[in-house]
């Protein structure tokens, strides 16, 4: 991911989580004003294949479906967080893992139409269905599971860090991640009663949450840190493996390293005509080099 920063770090957007809940206002706007315009910006893969290109951007301003005191509650929550998760990985990599939840989600949506007509093209194939199906589970593809995504990553990144449940009890990121992850599960598994409905449902959730799931797979080694950290270490790293191969010892008779055995201790014989070097098991059981 280097070499991309270097090249397209300057383009990343800072303070994203906030241009999210802007953009959820804008939905906000648009609903009140407009009622049901707000269906022309969701994310259909149909329709979008038959000219309406603008649905690949328009969804992400499809906010919530209510607008209430716990929508307020959870946006500034998930905002506080989201803007924790850029201090410490870096803007570039947030703008990354958020961008990233984004493009799966548009291809999740097209994924599960496909599956719709590979396993139920009879009913895909009837005239209007098709347009339909996709207009009616169009809105399981938002920002809501992408939202949750940033849950469980800063529940990953900070296990330990204490949040107020209902404002009064103390509870553990590590603990609500576990939870918010049981909570998906269930979403996946639970049958909605219409097969149609499963494959945009689970589809809508994967295909939102595999920037988590990539990000937990390619960075739990590291998640704890910011990019100077992640930097300062592998320059470290590097430095060691620089220096040890610059101080490297070799025994004269047996030719093990230090690289070999790090318990090794060598010695240079002081007998001997020349820099020879012997292991702990051969510095008293070696010959004497002697020069002609």
Known sequence: MSKFEKKFGKYA????????????????????VGGNFINFLTLDPYKILHGQIWRIVSWILVPPSSFNLFTIIMLYFYYSVGTTLERTWGTYRYNVY??????????????????????YGDIMSIPGN?????????????????????????????????????FVIPV??????IIYGVMLVFDVIQDTGSPLANIFYRTAIVASLLN?????????????????????RQSFKHEVKKNQKMSGHKC?????????????????CSKCEGNYEY?????FAHEHVKKQ
């Open 172 to 177: 553990k990121m590590k603990w609500m991640g």
């Open 13 to 32: 957007i800072k303070n994203i989580s906030l241009m999210l809940i802007l953009c959820y206002a804008v939905g906000y706007v648009i609903e009140l």
């Open 212 to 232: 988590f799931i990539i990000f937990w797979l390619t960075s739990r080694n590291h998640i704890h840190m910011t990019p100077k950290e992640v930097k300062r």
């Open 98 to 119: 958020l961008f990233s939840g984004m493009f799966f989600t548009v291809v999740g949506s097209f994924v599960a139409m496909g599956l719709c007509y590979v396993f």
């Open 252 to 268: 004269a008779i047996c030719g093990r390293t230090d690289a070999d055995d790090p318990t090794l201790e060598f010695r240079f």
């Open 130 to 166: 098709a347009e339909y199906v996709c207009s009616l589970y169009s809105t399981l593809f938002s920002t809501y599971y992408i939202n949750m995504s940033i849950l469980l990553a800063f529940a990953a990144t900070f296990p330990d860090a204490e949040v107020l449940l209902m």
């Open 279 to 283: 292991c702990q098991y051969h510095i």
